[in-house]
Structures are given as structure tokens and as C-alpha cells.
């Protein structure tokens, strides 16, 4: 911790295509890799170590993947994640598991949903804003080109609350 220095404006994490800021030092957790564990061998080696490194930082962020919807509950029952990210991976995952996922999430925790652009997103985007509330909420989107990017901005305006 000493090696960050301190900042007045905050602090940002990062991987990929996904930011999180916080007033307190951040660590950006993710264990990309528990799709190939199983949940036992999860929660005996690895989650340990995850707790270890939640308690040495103010606040903490976990990026999870929706082919590892079991570790949802060991999460956001851990008490050093502040925060969870979960992605949608339409082709790969299984999409009424992950909304049920950013459901429980969110009961608990702060939620970052993040997902890459496609065509259905003017249809998802109106069933999240249906069924999330804002707070504690925050929507993600990778774009491909600025022609996606004004797209995406066009679908948030129409959800605009004055």
C-alpha cells in the first residue's frame, strides 16, 4: 500500500474494457480462471486467498464471468468485495442465469453489468431499466466503432428520467 501514493481526486482500477473508480485505494479482482474449478476447489484454495487480498484495500471490485454463476453467492456474502461485475456473454453463458445473477447482486452489492454491443441491445437495455433499480447501478457497454458508440447513446437518452 505505501508504494500508491495517495490522491485527493481518487483512485481508478482497471482491466480491459472495464473501469471502477473509488475515493479509497482500489483492486480490481477477477479469477477468470474458477470456470475450471469446481465451486469445492474454489472455495477451499482460491477464495481464501481472494478474502486475503479484499482485506489489505479499502475497496475492492470483482469481475466475474456468467460461466461461473455459482460463485455468486460466495461473493457477495465475502465481506472485503464492495463491489461486482458481472458480464454478459450472450453465446456463452447462460442469459436468464446471469440476469438472475445481477439480481442478487445487486441485493447485496453495488453492480457493474457490462456487455459487448449487438443487436439486441435496444431490447436489453428497456428490460434492464425495467427490472434494476438505478441505484447501485452501473451499465458498461464495449462498442466496436463510433457508429455503435452513437447507437448506445442514443438507447440511454430514450431512458432519460427528468
Known amino acids: 500500500m505505501d508504494l500508491i501514493p495517495p490522491s485527493p481526486e481518487g ?11 473509488a475515493p479509497e485505494r482500489l ?20 477464495l481464501p486467498l481472494d478474502n ?8 475492492v471490485a470483482f469481475h466475474l464471468h456468467g460461466n461461473a454463476l455459482w460463485a455468486v453467492d460466495n461473493l457477495i456474502h465475502a465481506p472485503g468485495v ?3 461485475e458481472l458480464n454478459l456473454e450472450a453465446a456463452l453463458c447462460d ?3 446471469t440476469f438472475a445473477g445481477w439480481k442478487k447482486i445487486q441485493e447485496h452489492k453495488p453492480l457493474v453489468m ?49
Open 11 to 21: 483512485y481508478i482500477a482497471l482491466e480491459g474494457a472495464l473501469r471502477a473508480w
Open 95 to 97: 442469459v436468464p442465469g
Open 114 to 162: 457490462w456487455r459487448i454491443y449487438a443487436d439486441d441491445f435496444a431490447t436489453w437495455l428497456e428490460r434492464i431499466f425495467q427490472e434494476f433499480p438505478a441505484k447501485g447501478l452501473s451499465i458498461q457497454v464495449t462498442v466496436r466503432n463510433l457508429e455503435e458508440a452513437r447507437k448506445v447513446q442514443s438507447e440511454f437518452r430514450k431512458h432519460e428520467r427528468s
Open 27 to 46: 483492486l480490481w479482482l477477477q479469477e477468470d480462471a474458477m470456470a475450471l474449478l469446481s465451486p469445492k476447489l474454489y472455495r477451499e484454495f482460491v
Open 82 to 84: 464492495d463491489l461486482m
Open 52 to 59: 486475503q487480498l479484499s482485506a489489505l484495500f479499502p475497496c
